[in-house]
């Protein structure tokens, strides 16, 4: 599921993609409650990308481009002088996707679905009650993104025909964005890439990995200790998107046509620094996330 | 906006698409209030949407596939074992696209984005805000077709690339669409449509309207009487979707292609008789509706 605003216009104009932002499923939902969104988290994550987005434009008062009725709340009334007033800010090369957390992985996991074999009636229901599910927390993400002031629009992969196989891309859409990114970082709910599950108190967070140029990667550093020097990489069973092992491989994809890919913990001062830019030409001693890059 | 589900399986198979029935804004919603759902009908339509897909195979326990949480509701939890012993009936040749009635026309006639001007700030936001009250809807309404036990995809014409150019559509798809209609309807809020707007006491009626091949249409019956034969076409200034009109200039570009649509009140006893596709062959005295039709 993806978020892109203004696709159309960027196209046109041949702007280059800045950055491109995943916004982790356990970051911005509370993982152990079905459908629940991490309003709190959310709103932060929302208001660092309108910063990062927007620097230069910015104005002090948010024009929230949401004016549906929330439920439970008040109608959101817009006043259009507002509007003629202010510049609401160019941001048409950022694209923000997101994971799914508590929405999503109950239903793909119940039927199966993330297996394939849409013929049986159970994926095929569970197909349907996956998407809803999906569809529900994008929809959710692009208002809080929308009262930000930021125009986003959601975009999903599976309505722009895009396919899979064996959990690969099979689309030339997706050579044409590639192409098209400049940076790109992944945020989960711990602090970047461990060597084993953040759970294990042992476990240490991998400063540097390096991908070459046969895809194959790396830890640079910490220079790891003992006996095991590999990175343990366990799927937990719920997850039906495959666990960290196929978002460090994903990620050193990127990191190998030259784009460098930061995984930092979502609504923190690390996840500013990272947005900012900043670490393209140093690394602060005090900045805790784990950078994927390409050596040559 | 359309819903269409196992677009990519159809493809592959080259199902034909059997039927495409349009859910008028006005039908599925309550148009005096802001964002409100009709939910009475869209239950009514929805079921009558089950019996017309899935003739032959229906089973009388209707299988939900919505098993996500509802607002202020409880939780849908599946018993996977009905699915391994029940059929999720075929529907892959059913296209269900719907208006917008009280969700999106308000922040489409504040920002005037329906006139184009995206680079205007105003128009740009009322873009993102339209926007996000009809992908409510959408969702809305997947949601209701799912829990009927109908396999149904949201899918936004936007996400698809799909473009307009003075309100024409300009996109290879739609003929792909077009050429594979077999019939096609159209309900609204009242039975079909009449010789001007149907508050006038004098209203009439039109049960047939032929379609040249020029594309221009003309009333078949009743004769109208008097000296206005011509159909009063009015245009609400709310509507920013081109009013009757456009809309049924679209139905005669669809009649055009050999292809009857039929323009009955949602949820009654016409609307299931077109849905049974009996009024290819004869139109019942006691129906009411309006058909549209090419007449070589």
Same mark, same amino acid.
């Given at each position: &599921?993806? @978020?892109?605003?203004?696709?159309?216009?960027?196209?046109?104009?041949?702007?280059?993609?800045?950055?491109?932002? !995943?916004?982790?499923?356990?970051?911005?939902?509370? !993982?152990?409650?079905?459908?629940?969104?991490?309003?709190?988290?959310?709103?932060?994550?929302?208001?660092?990308?309108?910063t990062?987005?927007?620097?230069?434009?910015?104005? *002090?008062?948010?024009?929230?481009l949401?004016?549906?009725?929330?439920?439970?709340?008040? *109608?959101?009334?817009?006043?259009?002088? +507002? %509007?003629?007033?202010?510049?609401?800010?160019?941001?048409?090369?950022?694209?923000?996707?997101?994971?799914?957390g508590?929405? /999503?992985?109950?239903?793909?996991?119940k039927?199966?679905?993330?297996? /394939?074999?849409?013929?049986?009636?159970? $994926?095929?229901?569970? %197909?349907?009650?996956?998407?809803?599910?999906?569809?529900?927390?994008?929809?959710?993400?692009?208002?809080?993104l929308a009262?930000?002031?930021?125009?986003?629009?959601?975009?999903?992969? %599976?309505?722009?025909?895009?396919?899979?196989? +064996?959990? !690969?891309? +099979?689309?030339?859409?997706?050579? &044409?964005?590639?192409?098209?990114?400049?940076?790109?970082?992944? #945020?989960?709910?711990?602090?970047?890439?461990? *060597?084993? #599950?953040?759970?294990? #108190?042992?476990?240490?967070? @991998?400063?540097?990995?390096?991908?070459?140029?046969?895809?194959?990667?790396?830890?640079?550093?910490?220079?790891?200790?003992?006996?095991?020097?590999?990175?343990?990489?366990?799927?937990?069973?719920?997850?039906t998107?495959? /666990? &960290?092992?196929?978002?460090?491989?994903?990620?050193?994809?990127?990191?190998?046509?030259? $784009? +460098?890919?930061?995984?930092?913990?979502?609504?923190?001062?690390?996840?500013?620094?990272?947005l900012?830019?900043?670490?393209?030409?140093?690394? #602060?001693?005090?900045?805790? /996330?784990?950078?994927?890059? %390409?050596?040559?």
């Open positions: &599921m993806e @978020l892109e605003h203004n696709r159309q216009q960027a196209s046109k104009t041949n702007k280059p993609v800045r950055c491109i932002v !995943k916004l982790g499923g356990a970051a911005i939902t509370c !993982k152990n409650e079905l459908e629940k969104i991490n309003e709190d988290n959310l709103l932060s994550v929302c208001s660092q990308l309108r990062a987005m927007m620097s230069g434009s910015l104005s *002090d008062k948010v024009l929230s949401d004016w549906s009725k929330r439920p439970g709340g008040s *109608d959101t009334a817009p006043v259009v002088e +507002d %509007f003629t007033s202010q510049l609401v800010p160019e941001c048409d090369n950022f694209v923000v996707v997101h994971g799914a508590s929405f /999503g992985h109950f239903q793909a996991s039927s199966g679905v993330h297996k /394939g074999g849409l013929s049986q009636p159970l $994926v095929k229901a569970g %197909f349907v009650a996956t998407r809803i599910s999906v569809t529900s927390l994008n929809l959710e993400i692009v208002r809080a009262r930000e002031g930021i125009p986003s629009i959601g975009m999903s992969p %599976f309505s722009c025909g895009w396919s899979t196989c +064996d959990r !690969k891309m +099979d689309s030339a859409d997706l050579t &044409m964005i590639t192409k098209a990114i400049n940076s790109g970082f992944v #945020p989960t709910d711990v602090l970047g890439v461990y *060597d084993r #599950p953040p759970s294990d #108190p042992n476990a240490v967070l @991998l400063r540097e990995i390096a991908v070459r140029e046969d895809g194959s990667w790396s830890v640079m550093t910490p220079v790891l200790q003992g006996t095991s020097k590999e990175v343990e990489i366990t799927v937990a069973a719920h997850d998107t495959g /666990g &960290m092992a196929t978002k460090i491989s994903e990620a050193a994809m990127i990191a190998r046509q030259g $784009v +460098d890919v930061y995984i930092v913990k979502a609504a923190t001062s690390h996840s500013v620094t990272a900012s830019g900043r670490l393209k030409d140093d690394i #602060p001693e005090g900045w805790r /996330g784990t950078v994927i890059r %390409f050596v040559r």
